[in-house]
């Protein structure tokens, strides 16, 4: 999913992992809209005025599992094999990250493209049925 954090001049984090969209492209697949997202990142750079407070925020996203941190790592050295050449290695280590995070699109999408696989195709539209059987689990704030 597309993720946006909101970071000001700063460096600071003022909205963390949010699931928001710069056009309605996928309006209809989503059934999300761009327009309320650009209006509050629009009222943020005018006002200063955050989405949410920082204390609901930091409530609103909880850290990764063991399990999602290291389906990410498994991801990263997949990616690496994959970029050296080693088509095996990365297909051994994708399949490892998605064992161990099966909802997290960080990692099942992600490693489509990488793997030559379409990322909408028939095997994104099964996970993406899969996620939803499974109540959209996300790991950030909802757009919705």
Known sequence: ??????????????????????????VEFTGVESGPQKDLIRRWVATGEPMMATSAAAEAVHDLSADEE????????????????????????????????????????????LQGIDPFGEEFMTMYGEWQEAG?????VPSR
């Not at 963390?16 to 309605?24: K, L, M, R, V």
């Not at 959209?136 to 950030?140: A, F, K, L, N």
């Open 1 to 26: 999913m597309p993720t946006v954090i909101w970071i000001d001049e700063d460096n600071r984090i003022v909205q963390p992992n949010w699931s928001a969209f710069g056009t309605d492209t996928f």
């Open 136 to 140: 959209s689990p996300y790991h950030g």
């Open 70 to 113: 290291q389906a990410r790592l498994f991801f990263r050295i997949g990616a690496h094999l994959r970029r050296t050449g080693d088509e095996t290695g990365a297909a051994r280590n994708f399949a490892k990250a998605a064992e161990l995070a099966p909802y997290d699109w960080t990692v099942r999408r992600a490693a489509m493209p």
